[in-house]
């Protein structure tokens, strides 16, 4: 059995989608054939926050079909990620319509049919991931969990429990699936909508009104045992807030303050999960001890909140510069548009370094 250190860090059970982008009510022209899908999003913010060095524990799937470009490959070869290629002549690759229209519209389709994974689609090294990333309903979230615990204790019976990193599928997002959804945060470490996918669970409840009193249902069902889970809302433009036993933890702005820098929101928020769950097994550069080194002082659970969030927070700033994927300008210096990460990571910590700061003491004032 392989050590930790040398175990994949992240698993996405994303899909890989070629998307076509359509900019409705806008002069923008429609754009064909771009890498896309949740899956690759996801493996691209974990590539960026484990870094060169931990490229190789990154893991993810790419169903091929017979119309699966060349040329796809290669960039996704550039990146050094542990991914698998399946290739399926006898269908089509997954393939995908995005409409984008005015305040923030979305709307989604496929066009071809699409081949989603479950934990029998994973090969052994990859169900021993330290970390797993799923988008998906609730009943299919905690089917997955169920599904690779199982595994891995055939696979090892002394296997530790791995992150599992849970992103509500949007159009699950109803009163009608709320305590389907109560159900599966018992079985995840985080649970990360947007803001309006997080407010439309509430509609027409009793807690609508209240941002307080619906972090409250979600995280504390039950007052003697309330839940663990990391709540993290994605409120785009107004950066994050996580939320642990009804408590806010921390509020991080947005990677970009400008809104020129923002080119196509597609993945971003795909990619901010794939960088906080590999950020939350430590295999990470910049790591927790930068943390404590740059004088950003809180208890464990901080910490390590804090490390992942930041690290989700600069990856998905990548992704949303561009249509499509970022591009791998410098190997060595393991640039992306022509920035550095690390660099960049740290550029970040230094612009909120007093926002930040300010928060964790008075985290540190009220803890009991």
Not at 118 to 132: W, Y
Not at 307 to 319: C, D, E, K, Q
Not at 353 to 362: H, N, T
Request: charged share 25%; proline share 5%; hydrophobic share 40%.
């Amino acid at each position: 059995m392989a050590t930790m250190q040398d175990r994949m860090a992240f698993c996405t059970f994303g899909m890989f989608i070629i998307d076509q982008i359509e900019y409705l009510n806008a002069s923008r022209a429609p754009v064909q054939k771009i890498l896309g899908g949740a899956g690759t999003y996801a493996a691209l913010g974990a590539r960026l926050a484990a870094g060169r060095k931990n490229s190789h524990a990154v893991s993810w799937i790419v169903d091929m079909g017979s119309d699966f470009p060349s040329e796809f490959r290669a960039l996704i070869d550039t990146w050094r990620t542990s991914c698998i290629f399946r290739l399926d002549m006898g269908r089509l690759s997954t393939t995908a319509w995005n409409g984008y229209g005015p305040n923030e519209f979305r709307a989604f389709k496929y066009l071809t049919p699409k081949l989603r994974l479950d934990e029998d689609s994973l090969s052994d090294e990859q169900a021993l991931a330290e970390s797993f990333h799923m988008v998906c309903s609730p009943e299919r979230c905690v089917s997955i969990i169920r599904g690779i615990l199982a595994r891995r204790k055939k696979l090892g019976p002394d296997e530790p429990r791995p992150v599992f990193v849970w992103e509500p599928v949007p159009d699950q997002c109803t009163p009608r699936e709320l305590e389907k959804v109560l159900e599966a945060i018992e079985h995840v470490d985080v649970i990360s909508p947007n803001a309006d996918e997080f407010a439309a669970l509430f509609t027409g409840s009793p807690e609508q009104d209240s941002k307080q009193k619906m972090v409250e249902k979600l995280l504390g069902r039950s007052e003697e045992k309330p839940s663990d889970t990391l709540l993290v809302i994605r409120e785009g433009a107004q950066g994050c807030t996580a939320y642990q036993r009804s408590e806010t933890l921390l509020h991080l702005k947005a990677s970009h303050q400008s809104a020129e820098n923002v080119v196509d929101p597609t993945g971003g928020g795909n990619t901010f999960l794939g960088a906080l769950a590999v950020a939350l097994t430590d295999r990470v550069l910049p790591s927790e001890q930068y943390l404590v080194e740059s004088g950003f002082v809180g208890d464990s659970r901080l910490q390590r909140v804090l490390l992942a969030l930041v690290h989700a927070t600069v990856a998905a700033g990548y992704a949303i510069e561009q249509v499509g994927m970022p591009t791998l300008t410098d190997v060595e210096q393991d640039a992306w548009n022509g920035h550095a990460y690390q660099k960049r990571f740290t550029s970040y910590l230094a612009r909120e370094k007093s926002y930040i700061a300010d928060q964790l003491k008075q985290w540190q004032s009220i803890k009991p």
